[in-house]
C-alpha cells in the first residue's frame, strides 16, 4: 500500500501544451518535495512546500500543497521537450519527522 | 552538487555471494539515507543513519545491513544476495525539511 498515491502514472503531451501532475495522501506532512529523475541519474529536488495552502512558482512550474498538508500538485505550463522526465513527490510524515516517504513517480514524455 | 559519492556504480553478482556498497560525501551531513528503486515503486527506504554509529531500519530493510563509522561513509551490505535483490540503489542525505540530495546510484545485478 503506497502512502503516497500520484497520477497519472504516464502522461505523454505534444510541445507547448499545460498539464498538471498529482499527488496525494491520507496522511499529513510536515513538508513535502518535488523531484525530477532523469534516466541514468539520481533524482534532483525541484521545491520543497511547507505551508498548508503554499504556492511555488520555479518559471514555468507551479507547485501548490494543499490546506490539510496531504496532497499535492504540479503543473506545467507550455511544456517543453527538456521536461521530458520521472516527476516523483516526497513527504516527510508529521508522525516520522527522519524519514521520507516517496510516491510511485509519474512518467512525463514531451513529444516535439 | 553535494557532494556524494557511490561506489560502485555498476556491479553483477551472483546468488548467495555478499556485496557492499559505498556511500562517501564530503559535507558532514547528519542524516544518510539508502533507497532502492525498482519499476512501478518509486523509491523505497531500506535503512538510514542519524550519526555515527545510529541506524534505523526503513520499509524494505530485510536482507540489509548497514554501518556509519564515519560521518562521511555509510556502508550497504547484502549478505547473502538474492535475483530479488537486482536493483538500483541510491544514496542520499538530508538537509532542512528533509530535503533529499542524492548520488549518481549503483546498479546491482544478481544472476
Known amino acids: 500500500t503506497q502512502l503516497l498515491e500520484q497520477s497519472p502514472q504516464f502522461l505523454s503531451i505534444q510541445e507547448g501544451e499545460n498539464l498538471t501532475v498529482y499527488c496525494n495522501s491520507s496522511s499529513v506532512f510536515s513538508s513535502l518535495q518535488w523531484y525530477r529523475q532523469e534516466p541514468g541519474e539520481g533524482p534532483v529536488l525541484l521545491v520543497t512546500v511547507v505551508t498548508g495552502g503554499e504556492v511555488k512558482k520555479l518559471k514555468r512550474l507551479t507547485f501548490q500543497f494543499g490546506d490539510a498538508r496531504k496532497d499535492s500538485s504540479l503543473h506545467i505550463t507550455a511544456a517543453q521537450t527538456g521536461d521530458t522526465g520521472l516527476y516523483l513527490c516526497?513527504?516527510?510524515?508529521?508522525?516520522?519527522?527522519?524519514?521520507?516517504?516517496f510516491g510511485p513517480g509519474t512518467s512525463l514524455s514531451v513529444i516535439p | 552538487d553535494a557532494g556524494i559519492t557511490q561506489s560502485p556504480r555498476h556491479k553483477v553478482t551472483e546468488t548467495g555471494t555478499p556485496v557492499t556498497l559505498r556511500c562517501h560525501q564530503t559535507?558532514?551531513?547528519?542524516?544518510m539515507y539508502w533507497y532502492r528503486q525498482d519499476p512501478g515503486h518509486g523509491l523505497r527506504l531500506i535503512h538510514y543513519s542519524y550519526g555515527v554509529k545510529d541506524t534505523d531500519k526503513g520499509e524494505v530493510s530485510d536482507g540489509y545491513s548497514v554501518s556509519r563509522s564515519k560521518t562521511e561513509d555509510f556502508l550497504l551490505t547484502l549478505e547473502s544476495a538474492t535475483s530479488s535483490q537486482t536493483s538500483v540503489y541510491f544514496c542520499a542525505i538530508s538537509t532542512l525539511y528533509n530535503e533529499q540530495f542524492f548520488g549518481p546510484g549503483t546498479r546491482l545485478t544478481v544472476l
Open positions: 516526497a513527504g516527510a510524515l508529521e508522525t516520522s519527522y527522519d524519514k521520507v516517504i
Open positions: 559535507e558532514n551531513h547528519r542524516y
